[in-house]
Structure formats: structure tokens, C-alpha cells
């Protein structure tokens, strides 16, 4: 086979894979632009616009994954230290219970959940109560994302360092750690942003309206919004991986102390 042949089957395929992805997003972008007969325009995105419903779930949705972000980040970063500066016989225990949430569908989550958990009506009660599930959910990746930062880490020089100079566990953590591990917790946020914006199964059965809920709400009733719509969820996606893509690759590995390079 001659090199242009090499080159020139290999460009088929990406094509090929490339339509198959994007004929359905400009089918979905022309319907949402569909005003009845031979008419096009943006009516659909006009109406969502000035629906107050829209901005309600997407607020909740956004303040969810913020929430879910920090709960996360907060559990996740000194286990996962912890787990690389001392216990790492115990990393095929945290594998195992990173992949659980792939294994177990959301279903039986939400299941468990509102049989075996009873909290106070202030929690359980509102919209925060889907952080629990929400953390569950973004376990797998946000654990990989912190697990292989901290990996490219010597943690111990830095442990030892640090203590040298006097420092606490806590000091330890917040001013030498999470300082060298920028891209990791960025990747990590981002990921989870695209999860929760996503997650529809939990906030569903629970009753309340996030985004991913009110996109199935205006489904049944305005088929060119609802296309509208999922463009707009589609596009808050791809930025999200986009921005795990661009923080990966200017991520340097420079190590920091106490803010000092």
C-alpha cells in the first residue's frame, strides 16, 4: 500500500465518524429553526428566551453543580492524598469503589437512596438533596482526574519539605497540594459540570425541575424548542470537555510551594 493510501483511508474514517455526529446536530439545528410550512427563523430561541421557567432550572442546575464540585473536591482530595502518601496498598479498594457508579444504574441509586435515607426536611427536602447523588455520580471521573494529578506528584518531598518548614496537614494540603494540582481539580470540575447538567434519572423521580428535566418537559409540548434547548445542552457539554481538552494540554507540572515556583 503507498503512503497516500495509508494517509487517505484513515482521513475516510475520521470523515465518515465525523458525519455520522454531526448530521443529526444539523438536522436538529435546522428543525429548531422550523416555524411551520416553508418558514424558518428564531422563533423557538425567541420563546425560550422569555421563559422564566428556562433560567430557573438552568440557575439550579449550575448552583448544583457548583455544589457538587465543592462537596466533591472537599471529600475526594485529602482521601486521595492520603491514598498516595500512605495507604497505596489500598488503591485496588478505591478502583473498585470509583467504578461502582458505572455498575449500579441510577435507578437503584435513587432507589436506596429515598428507602434507606431519612434526613431533616431542610435537606432532604429541597434541591440540595440531589448533591448526594449528583457526588456519586461524578465519583468515577473526578477520583481519576485528582488520582493521576496527584500521581505526577512526589508527594512525599513535598510532605517532607512542607513539615521541614513547619507546616500542618491542613497547610499542607490547601497551600502546597491543591496549588500543584490546578488541572487536575479543573478537569475534574469541568467534568462534573457536564454530569450534573446532563443528569436527568435522579432529578426526575424526585421532582425537581432542573435543566435536563425541563428539556423533557418542553419535548412535550414545543418539539423546536426542545431542539433549541438541546443544542444549548449540547454546546454547555462540548465547552466543558473542551475545557478539560486545553487545561490538560497547558497543564506543565510545576511544582509549587506555598505559591512559590
Known sequence: MTRRGATLIPSLGLGVVGLYFITPLLATGVFSLWEGGDRYGFAAYGALIHQPKLWQSLGLSVRLAIETILVGLVVLVPAVFWLNL???RLR????FLSVLPFVVPPIALVAGMTTLYTGPDWFVGTA?????PYVILALPYTYR???VG???LDLKTLTEASQSLGAGWLTLIFRVVVPNLTTALIGA???TIAIVMGEFTFANILLFNTFAVYIDYVGQTSATEASALTLLSFLITWLAMLGVLFTGRSGRGQVQIGGAR
Open 92 to 95: 485496588p479498594l478505591f478502583d
Open 128 to 132: 440540595n438533596y440531589l448533591v448526594v
Open 189 to 191: 470540575a469541568l467534568l
Open 145 to 147: 482526574a485528582l488520582d
Open 86 to 88: 500512605r495507604v497505596q
Open 150 to 152: 496527584m500521581r505526577a
